[in-house]
């Protein structure tokens, strides 16, 4: 994350001030105020102008008002994004350091807080004058009154741990081969504070994940299976909580080649879902949730090559189940495959899994949210819906139905790797549905995991979806 948040006992009368301030109590912040700028205040209050600029001798100062909509979901993502649309104004003005002073009754300061640090976002790694590319503001100050200090802890676990997943999704695959995510991963567990262990190629052969090797065979880069695990010492779950990331680096499609022309320009975000539970495992560690989490990465390139898998092979998987590949280009499922059936070996009490699995996903729902589908108790599915609805990442449900599963059926073999024409997101649900045996729920972020425009906070390219929803629900849990 490239903005520091400082907390102090006060701020200096030269700082930088905005204000999240209360239309019906407006006393505190006509404190810091002369009678002219009260006055302008409320002419701006008058004309319903959200935001109101006052330039004072030393420093600036910016009121914010938040607007409220019946809908609490609504309002808490139109102060994020208030909180994004302030920093367009502190660029302007270069302003290096702001202080945040909360004059609001409400929590959703810290909403409008995420989206300042979120919206702040910037990936600058490859241009030769990095801080030209950055953006001016660099730090936050926050006074103890803004908000409890559990609240801000986790704030910015989370939205440090959405940065990382973003970093991730943006290194090109020239940098992030399977053995650099794996490097990266052992990196961040450092840091956050969980264990990472890495399964190399001889460790995946010898335990014959077939899906991962078919997939890595037309690479010219080895495999990598990573295993990262948070146990609390206060863990209030006996059994562990399982999340599965697709961690594929770059799709080509392999011998199912993509078409060129663009498809697969975006292919390197591949690995957003494991994007997204690296991700949360840091937010769960850094925030030190009172859980056990586990987390499986199967990870690969998918390329042609002379050895490349091909459409007609029969592939025995992990479980020993054989599947008849008909598309080399649905290698995410094969992959998936092998972790799901690794995650029964922990007696598992849930396991969620991410992927950027279908293009039909990303048509059916866009980037306004994401997909999900599962075997998980109708509670467990409701609880994911309300987090999703709390961090504004909204899922979608798609049926498991029995007659989707019926189309991954093989003539040659038990399953297939492609279904029909229609319902691309749901068989390919249904191929992962066979190898689980525990409560489970697929995420399906193909729309979301990367977009080439900013959307708000949400800065362009890799997004880190997933890393708030799953923490709201794991906090909650
Ligand atoms: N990685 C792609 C899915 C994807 C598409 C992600 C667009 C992000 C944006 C996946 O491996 C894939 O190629 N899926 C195929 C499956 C098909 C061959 C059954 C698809 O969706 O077309
Ligand atoms: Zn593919
Ligand atoms: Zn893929």
Excluded at 25 to 46: G, N
Excluded at 90 to 99: K, Q, S
Excluded at 148 to 173: H, M, S, Y
Excluded at 395 to 420: C, H, T
Aim: one cysteine or more.
């Amino acid at each position: 994350m490239n903005t520091k948040v400082s907390l102090t006992g006060s701020y200096n009368h030269t700082d930088n001030l905005i204000i999240l301030a209360d239309k019906k109590v407006l006393s505190p912040t006509y404190q810091l105020l002369s009678e002219t700028e009260r006055q302008f205040l409320d002419q701006c209050i008058q004309k319903k102008v959200n935001t109101v600029f006052l330039a004072q001798a030393n420093r600036t100062i910016i009121v914010q008002f938040l607007k409220q909509y019946a809908d609490d979901s609504i309002t808490r993502e139109e102060a994020r994004l208030a909180g994004n649309e302030v920093l367009t104004m502190i660029e302007h003005y270069h302003l290096e350091c702001v202080c945040l002073l909360n004059h609001r009754p409400s929590n959703h300061v810290l909403d409008y807080l995420e989206g300042m640090l979120l919206g702040n976002y910037r990936f600058v790694k490859y241009f030769t004058n990095k801080a030209d590319k950055q953006n001016h503001l660099k730090e936050i100050v926050l006074t103890k009154a803004f908000a409890a200090k559990k609240e801000i802890d986790r704030l910015l676990a989370v939205t440090e741990a959405t940065c990382i997943a973003r970093d991730l999704i943006n290194e090109p695959q020239s940098y992030l081969s399977a053995a650099q995510m794996s490097i990266d991963i052992q990196k961040y567990g450092k840091e956050a504070g969980f264990e990472v262990e890495v399964f190399e190629e001889d460790k995946i052969r010898a335990l014959k994940m077939g899906g991962i090797i078919a997939v890595n065979m037309g690479s010219v880069t080895p495999p990598r299976f990573n295993i990262l695990e948070w146990k609390s010492p206060k863990a209030t779950n006996k059994k562990p909580i399982i999340l599965v990331g697709k961690g594929i680096v770059y799709d080509t499609g392999g011998l199912s080649l993509k078409p060129t022309a663009n498809s697969m320009d975006r292919m390197k975000a591949d690995m957003g879902g494991a994007a997204t539970v690296v991700g949360t495992m840091v937010a769960v560690a850094k925030a030190k949730l009172p859980l056990h989490v586990i987390a499986l990465i199967p990870s690969t390139d998918n390329r042609p090559g002379v050895n490349a898998y091909a459409p007609g092979d029969v592939i025995t998987m992990y479980d020993g189940s054989t599947v008849e590949i008909l598309n080399t280009d649905a290698e995410g499922r094969m992959v998936l495959a092998d972790a799901l059936h690794y995650a029964k070996k922990y007696d598992p009490e849930l396991v969620i899994d991410f992927a950027t699995l279908t293009g039909s996903a990303a048509r059916a729902v866009g980037p306004e949210g994401v997909s999900y589908m599962g075997t998980a108790s109708r509670d467990v599915m409701d609880r994911l819906k309300t987090s999703g609805y709390n961090v504004y990442e909204r899922p979608v449900e798609f049926p498991l139905w029995r007659e989707y599963g019926d189309q991954m059926k093989s003539n040659i073999a038990d399953l297939k790797n492609l279904g029909g024409s229609s319902a691309g997101m749901a068989t390919a649900g249904k191929f992962l549905e066979h190898f689980t045996d525990y409560p489970w729920v697929h995420f399906d972020i193909a729309g979301t995991a990367y977009i080439t425009k900013a959307n708000g906070y949400r800065t362009k390219e890799g997004t880190g979806v997933g890393v708030r929803l799953m923490f709201d629900f794991l906090k909650n849990y």
